[in-house]
Nanobody
Framework: VQLQASGGGLVQAGGSLRLSCAAS????????MGWFRQALGKDCVFVAG???????SYADAVKGRFTISRDFAKNTLYLQMNNLKPDDTAIYYC?????????????????WGQGTLVTVSS
């Protein structure tokens, strides 16, 4: 099982990026999935999650700016990030939830991608 995150990069404040997370080795259509991020010197924190039937949840810091979605046919998870701020600078990780709903806790996830770096300049 492998999760491959991509789409990170350098962007100016106010800009947008779309992260992708392609899953291979098995399908996760019955599992929730999520995005986490870890800024330099800080803990890894929940960003957004999506259940297998589509319910979504977001951290307060990204509500209204980020949108999580998934394409079952492509077995791929996305994170559309708009109006980016310097505080969004971090390594972003995708992960599959243990159950059908997403969790805001690290322990609620089993498989993790390798991370993709997002840098937002002011």
């Amino acid at each position: 099982v492998q999760l491959q995150a991509s789409g990170g990069g350098l962007v100016q404040a106010g800009g947008s990026l779309r992260l992708s997370c392609a899953a291979s080795g098995r399908t996760f259509s019955n599992n929730g999935m999520g995005w986490f991020r870890q800024a330099l010197g800080k803990d890894c924190v929940f960003v957004a999650g999506i259940g297998y039937r589509g319910p979504t949840s977001y951290a307060d810091a990204v509500k209204g700016r980020f949108t999580i979605s998934r394409d079952f046919a492509k077995n791929t998870l996305y994170l559309q990030m708009n109006n980016l701020k310097p505080d969004d600078t971090a390594i972003y990780y995708c992960a599959t939830a243990r159950g059908s709903l997403p969790s805001s806790q690290l322990g609620g996830y089993t498989y993790w991608g390798q991370g993709t770096l997002v840098t937002v300049s002011s």
